[in-house]
């Protein structure tokens, strides 16, 4: 299975000079494979190891075997291909094990507390057992939503500038390599940002959503920038050009023809950046704080959201630490699952409108 | 167009939300006047915002449910945003009264303050919330554990290491104490838990521990940090052959030592913890609606646990008229009346007051003036 | 948008000039805006940072000084990037690998897809899974590593809880995973194919081929991913705020109870409970660590930004 790329070795005369050696067939990795995983079964079955003991025998045995074989077999340099090609599928296979596990435990720890007044009930009034998310969820949507409506706007148009008027020029590429390094600002200082700039304005003390909700759109915008600036790259120069042909002004153009274009793409990165900050904490529980009631407005006094539940719901602990840890687990699956659907719905968006976008 | 396309989206947005958000609150919201017969006959309406100690945190969402049972209409918020918070929220006038783990003090012009706020009398401080602060501990085949002060204080100064050590031993002689290194548990973050806990072990172990009573653990010490009470209580857990400190409300089903006060080992049950208040002096040259204590760590009344947590209530004594002072005087009359501190112990385990005390304060909360 | 009437396609001279001006003043402005944004972070931190800077013992935590209050949290953070970085690296271009060059073209994509979801774990999730199921699930290997490697002094121990600074630099390697991935990913795809396919045709196994056309052409690539990832983890609050168990001590030891904090996870779990200076206090330790940051990103792009003019 990893042998598929290899181009076929050359087929010289044999005769002239042994430039060939003898191959191992396509099957063997499969085979070495079929092997370790019995000799770890065997080994599993004589010592009665768990599971986690009998992959880490069976790895070592392929490890091991494979680029012995081919060693004995292919020679030296097709041996540490082998080698090579086993620890690069190996790192994958590291790389997916938090995420198999994660999401297994979010949803075996998250499914049971899952109940229609989980999902229509408010913490307010309850100490153990019962209460939800509603508010959280209300709070995220609230505030996602508004960080939404700040960035969107701002970012699109900063991409036009970039891509449309700036064209390198001075101020463009520095914005546009601010706005890269802007992607790496740690959230929890968008959060102090937020904070500090409505202390400075309604003095200390100060949570309310709308400050979050600038908070997030620090994070938001650029990279609503970047992918609109892919997006409009992609747009090819000829439509623009028909467009002035027939008379149609710079602005017109670009808000009838080039947008049109690259929307799909937009939609996408906005989607993204969406799916990106609904699941920030920091900032949120700096400038927003949590509260047990639902809050709709967002002008005013603290609001609950996902993030910050869960994590309140698995610092608090006391006598009913285990509804919490539960109300937790709970709310995780949900925020979980409200992400990757954000992330599915962008593939999907992306996908629909990909051809228009013209390569 | 733009403009025009992005408006197809928003307007039927907005009135999707707009239907969404009215149409219902969450479940067990009710919309205060229909749900009106939820059991409470007060006339009471409106909305209350305190805060301060986290210590209180628990407690004031068990007395915040228990009020809000009784008065359906009114939504009382306490915000946990700390003792010192707290108290400036109180002083700022943004909170109408607050929680504190220290009394006011005139070291940097808080009491003066805090009286300016009250239109020039003294504010109210009373005693509320009880907690006795376990030491919680977690090792194989103990049991039963005595700790006498001194070796208490040689156990989170990391000066015993061992739990063979012979000092435990002296305090344990029929226990089997296993030969292996002690993990001493402290909070990370700043706490009254930790101040209460540092000024007990620095009154009665003062040449063992000598960094006085501090709200951060000083790290020189060493030992396992965890964030908050129940960070401490799942490292204890999930630790082994760990010792740590939390309110006893907490422990759960970790071992919960007992401590030494004159010739006997006392555990923190809330009577114990709740006499302490009773043998210890009252704070001189306060005002008469402050009752506040210094806590005598070094009883040798027997049946005293001495390592305790004691929080109090900041108000006014007088406040304008309007919902504010009514609900203030309303909810602070439930929190020291008896049912009030009945809830409190039975959904945070907090020690409630002795009556007599008791009494006293809530004869002051009933004096408040509103108008 | 829009300030001036639509008028159709014949648009009077005036206002097909002011419409084009409003527009591009717009578009500037909002570009403008991100500078403004940016140096506002700053200038804003800077403002209710700097009564920090005479802020001394109970109102900076204890500490002497707001330096002596900074520095081990600075090292914390420091650290957990640190090791994070040693761990998520090779992982990363690993990865990377296997998606540009050693899957199959039509797995390739879905394999990245798999990756990218890693990205989109909120940190909070990341911070509950860490704690809840990794801390206890590692605390075995610590201990294994504190007994047979104990006279390293990075394994000293001793391990009695699995909440170490190990566990959190682990979180945040797979979170700082899929970041460098995807930059990595993007170089090696960018390789020239002609050099590969000579490298091949020359007889060059797989790996001869990538070591000897793909990685001298992706270095400065790789390096400017690394300090993208590094960013990451830098700034990185729940995850650590989550799972680490912190005293603030200054340490090599990884595998023991005692272990530093980061400076985003301070300010995460004492700013609820802070007022005044101390506020100041950890809004200061969040400027440094926005300079820190910063500087790492800008480095991470300026390095990248020079790789493509080389290229």
């Known amino acids: ?359 | 167009m733009k403009s025009t396309s992005i408006r197809r989206a928003i307007v039927p947005g907005i009135a999707a939300l707009a239907l969404v958000f009215s149409a219902c609150g969450a479940d067990n919201e009710g919309d205060g006047s229909t749900d009106g017969d939820g059991g409470g006959s007060s006339s009471l309406a409106g909305e209350l915002n305190g805060g301060g100690a986290s210590s209180q945190e628990a407690a004031q969402g068990a007395w915040i449910v228990g009020f809000q049972d009784e008065n359906p209409d009114v939504t009382v918020n306490y915000d946990p945003v700390g003792s010192g918070g707290g108290r400036e929220s109180f002083i700022s006038g943004a909170f109408p009264f607050a929680g504190s783990d220290a009394y006011l003090t005139d070291d940097e012009g808080e009491l003066t303050a805090a009286t300016e706020r009250c239109e020039g009398s003294a504010p109210i401080e009373i005693p509320n919330y009880i907690s006795p602060i376990a030491i919680i501990y977690n090792v194989e085949g103990v049991d039963d554990l005595n700790l006498s002060p001194a070796t208490l204080a040689g156990i989170f100064a990391g000066k015993i290491t061992k739990w063979n050590a012979e000092e435990i031993a002296a305090d344990n002689p029929d226990a089997t104490l296993p030969d292996a290194d002690i993990n001493p548990v402290h909070r990370s973050d700043e706490s009254g838990t930790t101040e209460n806990f540092t000024d007990y072990l620095d009154a009665v172990a003062g040449d063992v521990w000598t960094e006085g009573a501090l709200e951060v653990w000083p790290q020189q010490y060493g030992g396992e940090g965890a964030q908050g009470t129940s960070g401490v209580v799942s490292a204890v857990g999930s630790g082994t052959n760990a010792i740590g400190y939390a309110d006893a409300s907490q422990a759960g089903d970790l071992g919960v030592a007992n401590i030494g006060v004159g010739e006997d080992f006392v555990a923190p049950t809330p009577e114990a913890a709740a006499k302490i208040l009773e043998v210890s002096p009252r704070v001189e040259g306060r005002d008469a609606n402050s009752i506040v204590f210094d806590l005598d760590h070094e009883t040798q009344e027997a049946g005293t646990y001495p390592i305790v947590l004691t929080s109090y209530l900041i108000a006014c004594p007088s406040y304008p008229a309007g919902d504010e002072g009514e609900l203030a005087k309303a909810y602070l009359g439930y929190i020291v009346s008896e049912a009030g501190q009945e809830q409190g112990a039975a959904e945070a385990g907090s020690a409630p007051l002795s009556e007599e005390l008791r009494t006293e304060v809530a004869g002051i909360v009933d004096a408040i003036q509103v108008g | 948008m829009a300030t001036t009437e639509p008028t159709g396609v014949i648009d009077t001279e005036t206002s097909t000039k002011r419409g084009d001006a409003v527009f591009a003043g717009l578009a500037r402005s909002a570009g403008i805006l991100i500078m403004v944004a940016l140096a506002g972070v700053g200038i804003f931190l800077l403002v209710e940072g700097a009564p920090a800077i005479s802020a001394s013992g109970e109102q900076a935590y204890g500490k002497d000084n707001i330096v002596l209050f900074v520095w081990p949290l600075l090292y914390g953070t420091l650290l957990a990037a640190l090791i994070a970085m040693i761990i998520a690296t090779p992982l990363a271009v690993g990865v990377a690998l296997v998606i540009s060059h050693y899957a199959p073209r039509r797995v390739a994509r879905s394999l990245g897809y798999l990756i990218d979801l890693l990205a989109a774990v909120p940190s909070v999730v990341y911070g509950l899974w860490g704690r809840a199921v990794l801390a206890p699930a590692i605390l075995p290997v610590y201990q294994w590593l504190s007994e047979t490697l104990g006279w390293l002094p990075f394994f000293e121990g001793p391990a009695t809880t699995g909440r170490t600074i190990l566990t959190a630099s682990i979180v945040l390697a797979v979170m700082a995973l899929p970041i460098i991935t995807a930059i990595c990913r993007e170089v090696f795809a960018q390789t020239p194919r002609m050099h590969e396919e000579a490298a091949l045709a020359l007889g060059a196994t797989r790996w001869e081929m990538i070591r000897m056309t793909v990685f001298p052409y992706a270095r400065s690539g790789v390096i400017s991913a690394v300090m993208l990832g590094l960013g990451r983890a830098l700034g990185e609050t729940m995850a650590v705020a989550m799972v680490l168990s912190v005293s603030g001590l200054v340490t090599i030891n990884l595998v023991s109870g005692q272990n530093p904090s980061t400076i985003a996870a301070n300010i995460a779990l004492n700013f609820g409970n802070a007022s005044g200076t101390k506020i100041n206090v950890l809004i200061f330790s969040g400027l440094v660590l926005f300079v820190v940051s910063f500087a790492v990103n800008f480095l991470g792009r300026w390095i990248a930004s020079r790789g493509q003019v080389k290229a």
Request: with cysteine; net charge positive; aromatic share 8%.
């Open chain 1, 1 to 359: 299975m990893t042998d598929l790329q290899t181009p076929e070795a050359p087929q010289l005369p044999a005769a002239t000079l042994s430039l060939t050696r003898p191959q191992l067939p396509r099957w063997a990795p499969l085979l070495a494979g079929v092997v370790s995983l019995g000799v770890g079964g065997l080994v599993a079955l004589i010592a009665g190891w768990g599971l986690v003991p009998v992959a880490i025998v069976a790895w070592v045995v392929f490890f091991v075997g494979l680029p012995a074989w081919s060693a004995a077999v292919e020679g030296r340099r097709a041996s540490i291909d082998r080698l090579v090609t086993t620890v690069a599928w190996t790192t994958f296979g590291l790389a997916m094990i938090p995420l198999v596990s994660l999401v297994y435990e979010v949803i075996g720890n998250g499914h049971s507390a899952i109940s229609w007044a989980f999902f229509n009930n408010s913490m307010r009034g309850v100490l153990g057992e019962g209460g939800g998310i509603y508010h959280a969820i209300l709070g995220t949507v609230i505030i996602t939503a508004c960080a939404t409506v700040i960035s969107v706007p701002i970012g699109v148009l900063a991409a036009i500038y970039l891509v449309e008027y700036g064209k390198k020029n001075r101020l463009a590429r520095t914005i546009t390599f601010l706005v890269d390094v802007m992607t790496g600002i740690p959230s929890i200082v968008a959060g102090l940002f937020a904070f500090a700039l409505f202390t400075l304005i309604f003095g200390p003390g100060v949570r309310f959503g709308i400050g979050g909700a600038i908070a997030l759109s620090v994070l938001m915008i650029p990279i609503v920038v970047r992918a609109t600036e892919e997006m409009l790259k992609l747009v090819p120069d000829e439509l623009r050009e028909a467009s002035y042909a027939l008379g149609v002004p710079k602005w017109r153009t670009i808000v009838k023809v080039v947008l049109p274009t690259a929307l799909g793409g937009i939609i996408t990165g906005v989607t993204l950046a969406i799916a990106r900050v609904a699941g920030e904490t920091a900032p949120l529980l700096i400038i927003v704080g949590t509260t047990t009631s639902v809050n709709l407005n967002p002008f005013d006094g603290r609001m609950a959201t996902l993030p910050v539940f869960i994590f309140s719901s698995v610092t608090t602990g006391g006598r009913y630490e285990a509804f919490n840890t539960e109300r937790a687990w709970g709310a995780a699956l949900v925020l979980v699952a409200i992400v990757m659907l954000l992330n599915l719905l962008a593939r999907f968006i992306g996908a629909i409108f990909a051809p228009k976008t013209g390569r």
